[in-house]
């Protein structure tokens, strides 16, 4: 135990009704929600950093429908009623992100997303294109719409170069991650939610009447406790196909004139890029190493930084010689299915993890489920 104070044990380092591990969007929204539903519960959430770690304060600020490509590439792995009735919580899931905080309050675009296709791609174009009536019919009950459109008369107009054909999909969306993690924290804590900082979790133990809570800063009893650190969460929970993956990302300096606006993928999903303040933030290049990039170790690398660039210069905005501003990485939660994980693991210990790069869409219903699990 560290060398708290009094003040500290009774009014901080306490026991609580519900722990939850992690303050991204997960955990926030799963404390907002136990709060709406038990306001007299004590709800206190565990921290490791300073700021959440993994992928929240991280992502490209993407509504996360996706892309045709991607979709048929889930296809090839997955049912189809897997794979629609996942892209159904995506949509849910942002509907209720956009209710619970407004679309002010998250910078919210209804901008639109693209799929562009580089002469390299003509195989991946056609498979899509074949493939457009019969994805879009799947979708019309969840869209309401016909939802990708051919839209190769729009790649002038976006500044793109090398990019032959290019797909559109209306459902797509932008938010700014910055705004919607930093009012999600404020309603927490305005919620009476507790949350500490500097508090990473080690081990959680079963006691008769609930779970004691072993973090590098003390013990802490809980009644019951949540683990919503995605990416991070195998160490918490051994056994479960859940396993971290990282994704770096730059953005450059302000560019006068930027053609660009929407939500742009590549390549399955695997490349990601978007307009931002006058910028472009780029994501991606996994594929290129998913050996390497299978980690919970932050950092960029020479090889997808440098695929990055090459990309950003030849397709994203030729002629520029664009320079770059900022590099980063977050931490994702993948596995070999896409749903999310939701479940009671033991007696008095939950878990809302494995959101596959999703968890703008799928954290706040995710938080919303787990939420009423805990309070069963």
């Not at 560290?2 to 955990?27: C, H, L, R």
């Not at 490791?48 to 792995?77: M, Q, R």
């Not at 949350?195 to 800063?217: F, P, Q, R, S, Y």
């Not at 930084?305 to 990309?311: D, G, I, R, T």
Request: proline share 3%; aromatic share 8%.
């Amino acid at each position: 135990m560290n060398d708290f104070s009094y003040w500290e044990q009774k009014y901080f380092w306490t026991n609580s009704d519900f722990v939850v591990i992690g303050a991204g969007i997960t955990g926030l929204t799963t404390a907002v929600y136990l709060k709406k539903l038990r306001p007299d519960a004590r709800v206190t959430i565990l921290e490791k950093g300073v700021l959440p770690g993994g992928a929240s304060t991280k992502n490209a600020g993407f509504a996360c429908f996706g892309s045709l490509s991607e979709i048929l590439d889930d296809l090839n792995h997955n049912g189809e009623d897997a794979v629609y009735s996942l892209i159904e919580k995506r949509l849910r899931g942002l509907s209720l992100l956009r209710e619970l905080l407004g679309d002010k309050n998250i910078a919210y675009e209804s901008a639109g997303g693209y799929e562009v296709f580089t002469n390299a791609d003509e195989d991946s174009f056609q498979q899509c294109k074949n493939a457009l009536n019969s994805v879009n019919a799947a979708l019309r009950p969840i869209t309401g719409c016909d939802t990708f459109h051919p839209a190769d008369d729009k790649i002038a107009e976006q500044g793109l170069g090398n990019v032959k054909h290019m797909l559109y999909n209306g459902v797509e969306g932008l938010i700014n991650t910055g705004l919607m993690m930093k009012n999600l924290t404020a309603l927490a804590r305005a919620s009476g939610v507790e949350i500490l900082n500097g508090a990473e979790v080690l081990k959680i133990e079963k006691k008769a009447n609930g779970l004691l809570v072993h973090t590098a800063v003390g013990e802490m009893h809980a009644g019951r406790v949540c683990v919503a650190t995605n990416g991070f969460a195998a160490k918490l929970l051994p056994g479960h196909d859940v396993k971290p993956c990282r994704a770096q990302v730059l953005i450059t300096e302000p560019i006068p004139g930027l053609k660009l606006h929407g939500a742009f993928h590549h390549n399955k999903g695997y490349d990601y890029f978007r307009h931002l303040h006058g910028r472009v933030l780029f994501g991606g290049g996994r594929q290129l190493d998913k050996g390497a990039e299978d980690t919970d170790a932050f950092g960029t690398t020479d090889l997808i930084q440098s695929y990055l660039e090459e990309f950003l210069g030849n397709v994203i905005l030729p002629d520029v010689n664009p320079k770059i501003d900022m590099r980063w990485s977050g931490i994702m939660g993948m596995g070999k299915a896409k749903n999310v994980i939701i479940e009671e693991v033991s007696p008095d210990l939950f878990c809302a993890v494995r959101f596959g790069g999703m968890g703008v869409a799928l954290g706040t219903a995710a938080g919303r489920e787990v939420a009423s699990l805990l309070l069963s």
